[in-house]
């Protein structure tokens, strides 16, 4: 009887000093890696500090360490706002458990608050005068009352972003929709409140012409676009949150006069010893001071199949122990673990610029002030040569190249599909370096990989049984099951499954034994 794997074993190698690398032979699943330098990020203001270093060396357990989505150089030690964009900072490192996005929570309430007013200004402003018998002052005053909570409430963190662009002189999209808003709604209250310091041209149908509706729905539908963004980067998180779930929480730790007792993993030093049990996971990286063991390493390595380990071999925090019990000594721990780097390497991806990112930051700059002065050209050419009320015309047309040419996409787009690409990447056991290496990967015709099982499913599945001597392959297969029932072996696993899965009566094994590296031995019917 032979036993084969229906799956390919292969995988990239890469050596690299940044890469994490155990005592022994490590090759991480994928490890896509550049040789692209970042360029240098323009300076930041004193209060945020930037760290040209990547990733922090701490860990979940070290103070938190906020950043920006869009520009991984603002960093600092506490949350805020990113005072080039104005967006909320987050943690460089999520914790496992964590409750929902602040920001997400605050821009939910504000839209579901605001939109019924949204919705009942633009229905009075686009069919008012035929469902309603008010006054058209009376109509505008409606609308102001309705409109001024949605903009100066709801939009409010809209306008703080827009002033923060002016501040740090770092125009972007919230300066075109704060200036867009803002300027209608501002032009509107007046016509409402003091109509006659308009001249007679800005006058249609005996009154001046308000615009809340436009503001209004800028607001709402920004709110809306901003919710959708929120979630989708808090699902991004994900592959590091269940990176961080593989560490176990506890160790068991052997104290110097031979007493034991579990501490948490945060407590645990170098040169510890720690005791692992049969079926608990290695607290932290270590080396066998005692017993002798098979550690599944599938979660680092890929191979499912165990390996066995003995006094002297090293160990790697988070893979399980399947069998005997060992005792080890910790030798790295915190951010020097293996999974710690694999963490820290993951949100550095997430986090790193490509270079048609750092192409678009700097276009965008000069694109949002180019908008800004064909606004201006637009509401004077309006205003000269457009038809009555001529700069009416103009102001609303003004506004509309603010919103319509926002440069949302040229400043999300990039740094969202980054996150989403290094995400999945992680889920599916590929890490990327940083983002110039998914950028470079279109490149890529012709991969070369060399001969491990990481390229694989994960876990090893049945093929076929070839019998002889008389003995079927159906016999082979039924008489093969049967013993290995009860090994814990994942072979032994594909086996049984296989036997399960074909209908065959498996039977009780008698005299069974099973020797860790050897195989199963014992007698069957």
Not at 47 to 59: C, F, L, N, Q, R
Not at 68 to 91: A, N, S
Not at 240 to 253: D, E, M, N, V
Not at 420 to 449: C, Y
Request: proline fraction near 6%; charged fraction near 20%.
């Amino acid at each position: 009887m032979t036993r084969q794997h229906s799956h390919k074993e292969a995988a990239s190698r890469q050596e690299n000093a940044n890469a994490p690398q155990t005592h022994n032979e490590y090759t991480h699943q994928r490890l896509c890696d550049s040789d692209d330098q970042h360029a240098h990020s323009p300076p930041v203001p004193e209060a945020v500090e930037s760290d040209k270093a990547g990733v922090s060396s701490t860990t979940e357990f070290a103070p938190t360490v906020y950043t920006c989505p869009m520009h991984p150089e603002i960093r600092q030690d506490h949350p805020g706002t990113c005072p080039k964009c104005g967006m909320t900072l987050e943690p460089v490192m999520p914790a496992v458990e964590e409750e929902e996005n602040a920001e997400l929570a605050d821009f939910r309430r504000r839209f579901w608050a605001s939109f019924p007013l949204t919705a009942i200004v633009f229905v009075l402003a686009m069919a008012g005068h035929r469902l309603t018998r008010l006054d058209p002052a009376w109509q505008d005053r409606f609308e102001l009352a309705l409109a001024t909570p949605v903009v100066l409430w709801a939009g409010l963190p809209f306008f703080r972003r827009c002033a923060q662009s002016f501040v740090y002189r770092s125009p972007n999209m919230w300066t075109l929709i704060g200036l867009g808003t803002g300027a209608a709604y501002l032009y509107s209250a007046v016509a409402v409140v003091a109509p006659g310091v308009f001249p007679s041209t800005f006058a249609a149908s005996g009154r001046v012409q308000v615009y809340f509706e436009a503001a209004a729905v800028i607001i709402s539908l920004t709110l809306l676009g901003q919710m959708l963004e929120l979630k989708a980067r808090s699902q991004t998180s994900a592959a590091i949150k269940s990176l961080l779930g593989l560490a176990p929480k506890t160790a068991r730790r052997i104290n110097a006069d031979d007493s034991e007792e579990d501490v948490p993993i945060a407590h645990v030093h170098v040169g510890d010893l720690l005791r692992v049990r049969p079926g608990e996971k290695v607290p932290v990286d270590g080396v066998v001071v005692e017993g002798a063991s098979a550690l599944d390493e599938s979660m680092i390595t890929g191979e499912p199949i165990p390996v066995s380990k003995r006094a002297g071999d090293h160990v790697i925090g988070a893979t399980m122990n399947t069998s005997g019990a060992l005792v080890v000594r910790s030798e790295k721990v915190g951010a020097q673990t293996v999974l710690s780097q694999i963490v820290q390497m993951v949100a550095q991806a997430q986090r790193s610029k490509a270079p048609m990112q750092r192409m678009a930051d700097k276009v965008a700059g000069v694109f949002v002030i180019g908008v800004v002065g064909i606004a201006v050209m637009t509401l004077f050419a309006w205003g000269i040569w457009g038809p009555q009320p001529s700069w009416a015309h103009g102001l609303i047309n003004a506004v509309a190249v603010l919103i319509i040419a926002c440069p949302c996409a040229l400043g999300l787009a990039t740094p969202m599909s980054i996150m989403v690409a290094s995400g999945k990447g992680a889920e599916h056991g590929i890490l990327f370096r940083d983002a110039a290496a998914i950028e470079n990967l279109r490149k890529v015709d012709t991969l070369i990989v060399d001969k491990t099982g990481t390229l694989t499913e994960g876990r090893p599945s049945f093929d076929r049984a070839i019998g002889l001597n008389g003995f079927s392959d159906m016999d082979v297969l039924r008489l093969a099951a049967s013993l290995d029932q009860g090994s814990e072996h994942p072979l032994a696993a594909a086996i049984v499954a296989q036997a399960r899965e074909q209908g065959l009566a498996l039977e009780r094994p008698e005299d069974f034994e099973s020797a860790s590296g050897i195989g199963v031995r014992g007698h069957v019917a």
